[in-house]
Each structure stands twice: as structure tokens, then as C-alpha cells.
């Protein structure tokens, strides 16, 4: 997919569809891979002035995409009705062509937070091949 592409939800409703349904199929597929079932997370699109965004929501933790900017963010968050969550990467896009990739380091990610009790910013916003 071409992550580089401006997807205008407001002006163009059938691009921004398509848009948003790839990244549902791939944010499912993300939870697949980190071990999440249907049951552990929400998947949700929230209205926005530029476009909308998209959300994979965990009790623990969320990603987030903004396609206004361009932005994966992953955060940690207390509930899944906690949009306030601090942050702990950001990432570009096209992370999502490389699901098993991103769910091992989101993954590694979770886990050193299970045994240290912290999440610190991970590498992996930095470069795709880390």
C-alpha cells in the first residue's frame, strides 16, 4: 500500500474507506500476531478535523494511527476508555507491511514493561530493520 499518499477522510469518503479498511484488516491481523484474541482489544475509528483516526485499543495499551500526519503511535493507557495513555513509539506507516515484525517488537515491548514495571521508548520507532 502506499502509506505516502494523503488520504483525505472528509473530501474523498471512498478512498478514505478503502483506506480505513486495510488498516483494520492489518490492525487484526497485528492483534493476531501479538496473541491478542477478539476479546482483548477494540478496533474503532474516531472522527477528526484532518482524518479520521484509527485505533487497535488493549486494556494496557493502543495503537494508533493518524493518517493526517502520517504517524503510527503506540501508547500505554489504563483502560481501553483511556486516550491519554503516555507514549512510547512513533512509527511511519509502512511498519504495517511488515505485521509479523511489528507484533514482535510491540510484543518485546510489552513484555519489558511486564517485568520491569516501565516502558521505556523503544528503538523501534527509529528504524524499520532494528
Not at 502509506?3 to 488498516?23: C, K, M
Not at 485499543?57 to 493502543?62: E, M, P
Not at 493526517?68 to 512513533?90: E, I, M, N, Y
Amino acid at each position: 500500500m502506499n502509506w505516502r499518499q494523503p488520504i483525505d477522510t472528509h473530501y474523498n469518503p471512498l478512498s478514505a474507506r478503502t483506506f480505513q479498511n486495510e488498516v483494520r484488516k492489518r490492525f487484526a491481523r497485528l492483534a493476531a500476531c501479538i496473541g491478542w484474541t477478539m476479546q482483548d482489544y477494540d478496533l474503532y475509528t474516531k472522527p477528526s478535523k484532518g482524518s479520521d483516526h484509527i485505533y487497535l485499543h488493549h486494556d494496557n495499551y493502543y495503537l494508533a494511527l493518524y493518517p493526517d500526519v502520517g504517524v503510527l503511535a503506540f501508547h500505554t493507557c489504563r483502560s481501553r476508555r483511556d486516550h491519554h495513555g503516555r507514549p512510547v513509539a512513533l512509527m511511519r506507516l509502512d511498519f504495517l507491511d511488515d505485521i509479523p515484525n511489528l507484533a514482535s517488537k510491540i510484543h518485546g515491548a510489552i513484555t519489558l514493561r511486564r517485568f520491569t514495571g516501565e516502558m521505556r521508548p523503544v528503538t523501534f520507532a527509529l528504524t524499520r530493520e532494528s
